[in-house]
């Protein structure tokens, strides 16, 4: 017998970041975070659950995957199938719309696509459940934190809770209120130190920890303050310190390390001039790689854009308005995604 599920999760980019776990094989994160997520970058992944397979096959943009990538993805399914005494192996196939040059990571969209495809596959019934979504983002935890957040579109808190049940996350805002990102790309290499390292190492090493953790309460109190009061420049300048804060930790760390590259400190400089001497609202933010997010508002998004163009060229430069939560797909959709994908070479 086959079921299938299809799911579609965006990306998302942190403005409270999160940085250290409490228990790495819960993923349970030190501190709440808060994000916002992005229209122009996606995942798409369809589950077929099949008794004649022998094993999970997992294939990438069309291309069977090796042994390692297919068993992070095996051990993730096992937290749906293993409770449920499943015992169907499955042909997982993925979509990643976000550019490989662009340098983002897509473990965000991806463990909240697999996760949003594979209870459906699993015949879930979900709708019992008063918080679906958020029962969901869980499960999405225990392949990548940061994609909790992606099961939700616009302004979404991950409360980091007590415990694995409810370490989860909670739509914010829908952020349909003038809100943009252009995304810098520095460099879009892969990182030398990846995040789970770099925040494992932060959190033995660091003597900034304790004042990051603490700091990062007051920052998301304030940032959802600022925006229930869509209140742009403090929620901007609430992103623009939380995010310098984690950096800061990094630096602090033995041994110390830095994601900054010198284009890195161009484009900050860059938002600080749009802002202080042209007059428009921009903030900038950074997560574990060299590349910049510039917050500013949808309607300045061209002029903001357009303003980089001096120093950056046109195909490092991506402006994205806020993104959907996960939702289903149907076949239709499906097949239209990969003729989307094959057409555009992504
Ligand atoms: C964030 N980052 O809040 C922070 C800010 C990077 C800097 O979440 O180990 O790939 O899989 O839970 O989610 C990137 O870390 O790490 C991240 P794991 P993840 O977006």
């Known amino acids: 017998m086959k079921t299938t599920g299809i799911a579609r999760a965006h990306t998302n980019i942190a403005l409270i970041k999160y940085w250290g776990k409490k228990d790495k094989a819960l993923f349970l994160p030190m ?6 997520t992005l229209e122009a970058f996606y995942t798409d992944t369809k589950i077929t659950l099949d008794e004649t397979l022998e094993k999970d096959e997992f294939y990438l943009s069309n291309v069977l995957q090796q042994e390692a990538e297919t068993q992070k993805i095996s051990k993730f399914l096992d937290l749906f199938r293993i409770p449920a005494k499943e015992t169907r192996f499955a042909r997982i196939e993925s979509y990643n719309f976000v550019p490989t040059a662009a340098g983002l990571a897509s473990s965000a969209s991806a ?3 697999l996760a949003g495809a594979m209870h459906q596959a699993m015949e879930w019934d979900l709708s019992r459940s008063h918080m679906p979504a958020q029962k969901l983002s869980t499960y999405a935890r225990r392949g990548s934190g940061s994609s909790t957040r992606s099961l939700f579109g616009g302004f979404v808190e991950w409360n980091q809770g007590t415990n694995s049940e409810d370490s989860m996350a909670i739509p914010i805002d829908d952020a ?3 809100i943009g990102m252009l995304i810098v790309v520095v460099n879009g290499a892969a990182k030398k ?7 494992e190492q932060t959190v033995a090493t660091s003597p900034f920890y304790p004042a990051w953790v603490e700091s990062a ?7 959802k ?8 420049t403090r929620m901007g300048e609430i992103a623009e310190f939380n995010g310098m804060k984690m950096h800061a930790t990094m630096l602090a760390s033995q041994p110390p390390f830095c994601y900054f590259e010198p284009d890195s400190l161009v484009a900050q400089q860059q938002v600080v001039y749009l802002r202080e001497v042209l007059g428009i609202p921009a903030y900038y933010t950074m997560d574990a790689g060299p590349n910049v997010k510039v917050l500013c508002k949808a309607s300045d998004l061209d002029k903001v854009r357009d303003h980089f163009k001096q120093y950056f060229s046109s195909e490092k430069l991506i402006s994205s308005l806020p993104g959907e939560a996960m939702r289903t797909l149907t076949e239709e959709e499906w097949q239209e995604s990969i003729q989307h994908f094959n057409q555009k070479g992504i």
């Open 31 to 36: 501190n709440s975070s808060l994000s916002l």
């Open 111 to 113: 463990f909240a696509a």
């Open 176 to 178: 349909s209120w003038d």
């Open 193 to 199: 130190i990846s995040s789970r390292v770099g925040m």
């Open 217 to 223: 309460k007051t920052d998301l109190e304030e940032i």
């Open 225 to 232: 303050t600022a925006i229930q009061e869509k209140n742009f």
